[in-house]
């Protein structure tokens, strides 16, 4: 019986063992909670420009699902994703990171600046004096300021604006684009190519019309009116380009003819001589600031450029009629051309020691070229062009044309002179010997004085 006893004891001491091991381990599951998720991440940058790409960085615990949002409408599920911005603003971006013990949210401020950004068109033809064309492809800005990089440190507040290098080089141009949010600088150089010279152009005044014109030397044939000289009929040209003004003479109201001078845009128009008895022919001392001009009483006059001091018939001869002159400043020597006598003389600048050269010859036209001493005049009584030496000597023709010649210029650069036909309507061209003569332009109303600029 007492065996009986120990057995049972025994057995049941077992089921009690067995039932508190399970209610402790039952107890113990039942108190278990799951951590809580920890909402983490990290930005490659927290300023940026608009366009400009951010890499996100979750670095969340526990979690197992994410939420993120960018602040300006945008949203994704990703782990780690990347963004852009289309705009200019501060973005609150957040991300929710939910796992089994529950959701947490992080926050981070994003700054967009705006992009700045500019091409230039045809920007591997770019040259001097020609207006660059710059296009802003900046994004998210609502000012801009521009600076050109030049010597005169040139800037612009336009959106798109165009700039005008005066020389070649390499410049460093910059553009800052701004918004009430920051800004950005972009920069990049330009190179500006040498300006291409440009075309002379040969000036003349067609008495028949009452315009003065110019004719572009480029080939194109282009003619531009630059003076209505209505009233204002004349045969004399000269240019002065140390002060780029254009003189004319004027005889249309004798005895009263006026020298004129204006800008070569036609503007500006002033008489500096008046009360002239018929002034043909003028010539400049520009260095010497001096103007000379005929007239057909037989005076050979001088005054200061802007027509101040003149001295009236400072050299005259009686019983001529002058109609050309030429001047010869480096040896202190003027040309002075008489029909009437039909006589070419040299005379001294201050109007002594008139010498004979050339006689028997009749024309309006004189040049001296004092780069290969040569002087070239125009023979009405056999319709010939001529050159010769500055005494008059080895007279040589250069055209056989037959016209009236007022106007006459020499292109030393060129080896190229110039003239013009008063009966054929024509302006000509042809090295200095005469030879590869060009017709330049017909149909001109009686041209007279020409005056070529460079």
Not at 411 to 437: F, Q, V
Request: charged share 20%.
């Amino acid at each position: 019986m007492i065996k009986i006893k120990f057995m049972t004891t025994k057995y049941f001491s077992y089921i009690f063992i067995a039932l508190l091991s399970f209610t402790f381990f039952t107890c113990e599951d039942d108190d278990t909670v799951p951590p809580q998720s920890q909402a983490e991440f990290t930005a490659s940058a927290t300023q940026v420009a608009v366009g400009e790409e951010i890499q996100f960085t979750n670095n969340s615990q526990n979690a197992t699902a994410y939420a993120w949002s960018f602040g300006d409408g945008t949203t994704s599920n990703q782990v780690s994703p990347r963004k852009t911005y289309e705009t200019s603003n501060v973005f609150l971006v957040s991300l929710v990171s939910t796992g089994a013990g529950g959701s947490t949210i992080s926050n981070m401020e994003i700054t967009v600046t705006p992009a700045s950004l500019f091409s230039v068109e045809n920007e591997e033809d770019l040259i001097a004096t020609i207006p660059v064309q710059f296009v802003n492809i900046s994004e998210g800005a609502d000012s801009y300021s521009w600076n050109f990089g030049d010597a005169d440190n040139s800037t612009s507040t336009e959106e798109n604006p165009e700039f005008a290098y005066p020389s070649a080089g390499t410049f460093t141009v910059s553009l800052t684009a701004s918004s009430a949010f920051g800004s950005q600088i972009f920069s990049k150089d330009v190179v500006i190519g040498e300006a291409p010279e440009a075309p002379a152009e040969l000036y003349y005044m067609a008495i028949g019309d009452e315009y003065i014109r110019n004719l572009i030397l480029d080939g194109s044939g282009t003619v531009n009116d630059v003076y209505d000289a209505v009233g204002k009929g004349g045969v004399g040209m000269a240019y002065d380009e140390v002060n780029e003004k254009l003189y004319f003479s004027d005889f249309d109201t004798y005895p009263f003819g006026n020298i004129w001078r204006m800008n070569l845009d036609g503007t500006g128009i002033e008489a500096i001589a008046t009360n002239i008895g018929d002034p043909y022919a003028i010539a400049l001392d520009v260095a010497g600031n001096k103007i000379y001009w005929v007239d057909d009483e037989g005076n050979v006059s001088k005054a200061n450029l802007d027509g101040s001091n003149p001295e009236i018939g400072f050299f005259n001869l009686p019983g001529v009629n002058w109609r050309a002159i030429s001047l010869d400043v480096e040896n202190g020597k003027m040309y002075v051309y008489d029909v009437n006598i039909e006589e070419v003389y040299e005379v001294n600048l201050d109007g002594t020691n008139p010498n004979v050269i050339i006689t028997g010859n009749y024309g309006y036209a004189l040049l001296v070229d004092t780069v290969n001493d040569k002087i070239y005049f125009d023979d009405q009584n056999d319709d010939l062009l001529k050159v010769a030496n500055l005494d008059g000597s080895n007279i040589q023709t250069i055209d056989a044309e037959g016209t009236r010649i007022y106007g006459m210029q020499i292109d030393h650069e060129a080896g190229k002179l110039y003239w013009s036909g008063r009966d054929s309507g024509e302006l000509y061209s042809a090295n200095l010997d005469g030879t590869d003569r060009v017709v330049l332009r017909t149909g001109i109303a009686s041209p007279r004085g020409i005056a070529l600029i460079k």
